[in-house]
């Protein structure tokens, strides 16, 4: 932003610490996939002097992707901290996985985190999804950056990729996405593209070489000036749009000139309100060299331009009862306040909970109180409990790099708290706590499973009660219908990870099984079945019979059993045998063993024996009387409906209309909303939307998402439960 000289006070091996709020930067990258995140975390680490090589520690590790199953999916699958430090200023970067199906840990470092990076890969451009997450953290007002990566590639262009930038993210105020340096080509390659070696600072007019490896300040030749006043008359009349100082823009329209040093406090001013979103370019460290292209200048917008988490407004604090509470939000001599924002565990050391301290001052060996509420539609109970922490540390690849104490609006690693789950809330054992939790996507893509064998059945139910409180975007249900254990996930890759943590790090071997929905049974007209259990084998035998009429009810009426028996043919104490019987096989299913609902039972006639019949005998008779009503009647398989919401691009509607209806769903309506998108309300098959998850993510390249709800069961087509009782037959 200037062309002061900088000095790095980050080393590596050396923990950083911070002592005060206003030393502390909290800063996520949001990208997509192969934006180049993960490189330059690594390259700014490099520069800070945080490692000794590109992206590597002392141990040979990477800062960032440094877990043995990110190296396997060849992408990030985590969030990760690496905390670098500059001018004094310590950075918690926070790298987020750029996938669709890895949402929840953007959104748990976004929530971390007090400014963003948006990185953005000058061969790819920007994608829907990204520009989704812009608008999310527009809505709170999270100030961003922008860093244009891949410079390299062929027809990658700084200047065209500013440009589609600033319509996508400028929206009406395209003006206030501009870039504060422009690239600096060296000598064409042979294939007619120039690499660029360095950047033109628009406010300092210095030149930045990094040719050599390291920054090197120059006067730019007058080739460069025509372009540089250019672009720089354009970044100045940006800023001072966004000035606090409202007469700023008439005076430099009046032909006055504003100082450098005027111009930079605005626009340091402007970036930290969330007005003004600057653009830079990056490039990793070439072999050899100790910095990467642009790296100073980001590090630099970081300490300078980026607010302190003073700055940011902190999520509303409750007692565990829900009593609202005012506290003095990142005061280190306040009471505790901490959130845990992502749960690992280590083979060695066991669960590690990375938290972002709001307020007060965390100690390592300290008591504290572990609240954790709201989550229980994803299979986590409430829970207030009280827990010493074990250690502190900052992480840095595999490290753990211990600390004595963590203040207000810092972040690092509790190690050993048993209880503590992704979005608990840390807080004083003797002044207990709760945080609002954060929005979470909801996992909506089934995966039912099975132990591999009995060894692994034993240790299923921790390794899964382990996974879900790492990750609190995937839902545990056992399935008392189906009787499965299901593992609701966002996508197949999220899916995979769950499986691969399973097995590596709780040593259990699940089989992935087809998902069945939970279909149901009813009469399709009367039918009457009588059933008779007469035995007689040696001393007291077992005499029951009953007559019964079944006649089918509207939706949701469930089973109602009428008594219509007179003169005793049943006597009265057998009477609620009678219906416990027919109760029993509904509950069990009269065809293809799905529960029967939605009929009247009504018990007309039957025999007893004054000796022979018993409370066992007359609940057999009913089931057998319902099974031969069943055998004689029309019975028609239901099936649960949902209600579905779409939220897609105007682009896409007709598309995703087209494929509802192929899923035999009915259109309810469409509302447009903000944003150029249109929200469609449809009624379809649970059974047809098992992958929606995966097809809608296909069909509207990653822009769409959706919501479901259960509505109803209703009649499913004839052709279709022909071929689902014929995928059944064939199957057993």
């Given at each position: 932003?200037?062309?002061?000289?900088?000095?790095?006070?980050?080393?590596?091996?050396?923990?950083?610490a911070?002592?005060?709020?206003?030393s502390?930067?909290?800063?996520?990258?949001v990208?997509?996939?192969?934006?180049g995140?993960?490189?330059?975390?690594?390259?700014l680490?490099?520069?800070?002097?945080?490692?000794?090589?590109?992206?590597?520690?002392?141990?040979?590790?990477?800062?960032?992707?440094?877990d043995?199953m990110?190296?396997?999916?060849?992408?990030?699958?985590?969030?990760?901290?690496?905390?670098?430090?500059?001018?004094?200023?310590?950075?918690?970067?926070?790298?987020?996985?750029?996938?669709?199906?890895?949402?929840?840990?953007?959104?748990?470092?976004?929530?971390?985190?007090?400014?963003a990076?948006?990185?953005?890969?000058?061969?790819?451009?920007?994608?829907?999804?990204?520009?989704m997450?812009?608008?999310?953290?527009?809505?709170?007002?999270?100030?961003r950056a922008?860093?244009?990566?891949?410079?390299?590639?062929a027809?990658?262009?700084?200047?065209?990729?500013?440009?589609?930038?600033?319509?996508?993210?400028?929206?009406?105020?395209?003006d206030?996405?501009?870039?504060?340096?422009?690239?600096?080509h060296?000598?064409?390659?042979?294939?007619?593209?120039?690499?660029?070696?360095g950047?033109v600072g628009?406010?300092?007019?210095?030149?930045?070489?990094?040719?050599?490896?390291?920054?090197?300040?120059?006067?730019?030749?007058?080739?460069?000036?025509?372009?540089?006043?250019?672009?720089?008359?354009?970044?100045?009349?940006?800023?001072?749009?966004?000035?606090?100082d409202?007469?700023?823009m008439?005076?430099?329209?009046?032909?006055?000139?504003?100082?450098?040093?005027?111009?930079?406090e605005?626009?340091?001013?402007?970036v930290?309100?969330?007005?003004?979103?600057?653009?830079?370019?990056?490039?990793?460290?070439?072999?050899?060299?100790r910095?990467?292209?642009?790296?100073?200048?980001?590090?630099e917008?970081?300490?300078?331009?980026?607010?302190?988490?003073?700055?940011?407004?902190?999520p509303?604090v409750?007692?565990?009862?829900?009593?609202?509470?005012?506290?003095?939000?990142?005061?280190?001599?306040?009471?505790?306040?901490?959130?845990?924002?992502?749960?690992?565990?280590?083979?060695?050391?066991?669960?590690?909970?990375?938290?972002?301290?709001?307020?007060?001052?965390?100690?390592?060996?300290?008591?504290?109180?572990v609240?954790?509420?709201?989550m229980?539609?994803?299979?986590?109970?409430d829970?207030?409990?009280d827990?010493?922490?074990?250690?502190?540390?900052?992480?840095?690849?595999k490290?753990?790099?211990?600390?004595?104490?963590?203040?207000a609006?810092?972040?690092?690693?509790?190690?050993?708290?048993?209880?503590?789950?992704?979005?608990?809330?840390?807080?004083?054992?003797?002044?207990?706590l709760?945080?609002?939790?954060?929005?979470m996507?909801?996992?909506?893509?089934?995966?039912?499973?099975?132990?591999?064998?009995?060894?692994?059945?034993?240790k299923?139910?921790?390794?899964?009660?382990?996974?879900?409180?790492?990750?609190?975007?995937?839902?545990l249900?056992?399935?008392?219908?189906t009787?499965?254990?299901?593992?609701w996930c966002?996508?197949?890759?999220?899916?995979?990870?769950?499986?691969?943590?399973?097995?590596?790090?709780y040593?259990?071997?699940?089989?992935v099984?087809?998902?069945?929905?939970?279909?149901?049974?009813?009469?399709?007209?009367?039918?009457?079945g009588?059933?008779?259990?007469?035995?007689?084998?040696?001393?007291?035998?077992?005499?029951?019979?009953?007559?019964?009429?079944?006649?089918?009810?509207?939706?949701?009426?469930?089973?109602?059993?009428?008594?219509?028996?007179?003169?005793?043919?049943?006597?009265?104490?057998?009477?609620p045998?009678?219906e416990?019987?027919?109760r029993?096989?509904?509950?069990?299913?009269?065809?293809?063993?799905?529960?029967?609902?939605?009929?009247?039972?009504?018990?007309l006639?039957g025999k007893?024996h004054?000796?022979d019949s018993?409370d066992?005998?007359?609940?057999?008779?009913?089931?057998?009387?319902?099974?031969?009503?069943?055998?004689?009647?029309?019975?028609?398989?239901?099936?649960p409906?949902?209600?579905?919401?779409?939220?897609?691009?105007?682009?896409?509607?007709?598309?995703?209309?087209?494929?509802?209806?192929?899923?035999?769903?009915?259109?309810?309506g469409?509302?447009?909303?903000s944003?150029?998108?249109?929200?469609?309300?449809?009624?379809?098959?649970?059974?047809?939307?098992?992958?929606?998850?995966?097809?809608?993510?296909?069909?509207?390249?990653?822009?769409a998402?959706?919501?479901?709800?259960?509505?109803r069961?209703?009649p499913?087509?004839?052709?279709?439960?022909?071929?689902?009782?014929?995928?059944?037959?064939?199957?057993?």
């Amino acid at each position: 932003m200037g062309d002061k000289a900088h000095t790095h006070t980050g080393a590596a091996g050396r923990a950083t610490a911070a002592d005060h709020p206003t030393s502390v930067r909290n800063v996520v990258l949001v990208g997509h996939s192969g934006s180049g995140k993960t490189t330059l975390v690594e390259a700014l680490a490099l520069t800070a002097g945080a490692v000794n090589r590109a992206g590597r520690v002392e141990d040979g590790g990477c800062v960032s992707d440094y877990d043995d199953m990110e190296h396997r999916q060849r992408r990030s699958v985590q969030l990760s901290l690496v905390p670098v430090e500059w001018d004094g200023i310590k950075i918690n970067l926070l790298d987020t996985p750029g996938y669709a199906d890895f949402v929840g840990e953007l959104r748990a470092g976004l929530r971390a985190a007090d400014a963003a990076l948006f990185v953005v890969s000058a061969s790819d451009g920007v994608d829907g999804a990204t520009r989704m997450v812009w608008e999310e953290c527009a809505a709170v007002g999270m100030p961003r950056a922008i860093v244009i990566t891949h410079l390299e590639a062929a027809r990658a262009d700084f200047e065209e990729m500013t440009r589609i930038c600033a319509e996508a993210f400028g929206g009406d105020d395209s003006d206030a996405v501009l870039p504060l340096y422009l690239p600096l080509h060296g000598p064409p390659a042979p294939d007619g593209h120039a690499p660029v070696t360095g950047l033109v600072g628009l406010l300092s007019r210095k030149l930045f070489d990094y040719a050599s490896g390291e920054r090197v300040a120059s006067e730019p030749g007058e080739a460069e000036l025509p372009q540089l006043d250019e672009a720089r008359s354009l970044l100045i009349e940006g800023i001072i749009s966004e000035s606090e100082d409202e007469t700023l823009m008439e005076r430099y329209l009046g032909g006055e000139q504003v100082d450098v040093k005027t111009l930079v406090e605005d626009l340091e001013r402007a970036v930290a309100r969330g007005v003004f979103f600057p653009v830079l370019a990056a490039a990793p460290a070439a072999d050899g060299a100790r910095q990467g292209l642009g790296t100073v200048e980001l590090l630099e917008l970081i300490t300078r331009g980026f607010p302190t988490p003073l700055e940011r407004a902190a999520p509303r604090v409750t007692t565990p009862e829900g009593a609202g509470r005012e506290l003095r939000m990142c005061d280190p001599e306040e009471s505790l306040v901490a959130e845990v924002v992502k749960t690992s565990s280590d083979p060695y050391v066991g669960r590690i909970s990375m938290v972002r301290v709001f307020s007060g001052t965390l100690r390592a060996d300290q008591a504290v109180h572990v609240s954790g509420h709201g989550m229980t539609d994803r299979g986590h109970e409430d829970h207030d409990v009280d827990e010493r922490i074990g250690a502190l540390s900052t992480p840095f690849g595999k490290q753990q790099r211990p600390v004595s104490h963590v203040i207000a609006g810092d972040l690092a690693c509790v190690a050993k708290l048993t209880r503590a789950e992704t979005g608990d809330t840390l807080s004083a054992k003797d002044d207990p706590l709760l945080m609002a939790p954060w929005e979470m996507p909801d996992p909506l893509l089934p995966l039912a499973i099975e132990a591999h064998s009995k060894p692994d059945e034993d240790k299923l139910s921790q390794g899964l009660a382990r996974l879900v409180a790492e990750d609190p975007t995937m839902r545990l249900e056992h399935n008392q219908d189906t009787h499965q254990v299901v593992l609701w996930c966002l996508g197949e890759a999220h899916a995979d990870v769950a499986l691969e943590r399973l097995r590596s790090r709780y040593g259990v071997q699940v089989d992935v099984v087809p998902h069945r929905v939970a279909l149901r049974e009813t009469f399709g007209g009367r039918a009457a079945g009588r059933g008779r259990h007469v035995k007689q084998s040696g001393g007291h035998g077992q005499y029951a019979i009953c007559e019964i009429e079944v006649e089918p009810l509207p939706g949701g009426s469930g089973i109602e059993f009428v008594d219509k028996v007179v003169g005793g043919a049943v006597p009265r104490q057998f009477i609620p045998s009678v219906e416990k019987g027919v109760r029993a096989q509904a509950a069990k299913g009269v065809v293809a063993g799905h529960p029967l609902i939605d009929v009247r039972i009504t018990l007309l006639d039957g025999k007893a024996h004054s000796v022979d019949s018993s409370d066992a005998a007359f609940q057999t008779a009913g089931a057998l009387a319902l099974r031969e009503a069943a055998a004689e009647a029309r019975i028609h398989l239901l099936e649960p409906v949902a209600e579905v919401g779409v939220l897609v691009g105007d682009d896409y509607v007709g598309a995703v209309m087209s494929d509802l209806s192929g899923r035999r769903g009915k259109v309810l309506g469409t509302e447009q909303t903000s944003g150029g998108r249109t929200l469609i309300r449809a009624e379809v098959p649970e059974i047809e939307i098992g992958r929606y998850a995966v097809d809608l993510r296909s069909l509207s390249h990653g822009t769409a998402r959706f919501d479901r709800r259960y509505a109803r069961h209703e009649p499913m087509p004839a052709q279709v439960a022909d071929r689902l009782r014929e995928e059944v037959r064939v199957a057993s």
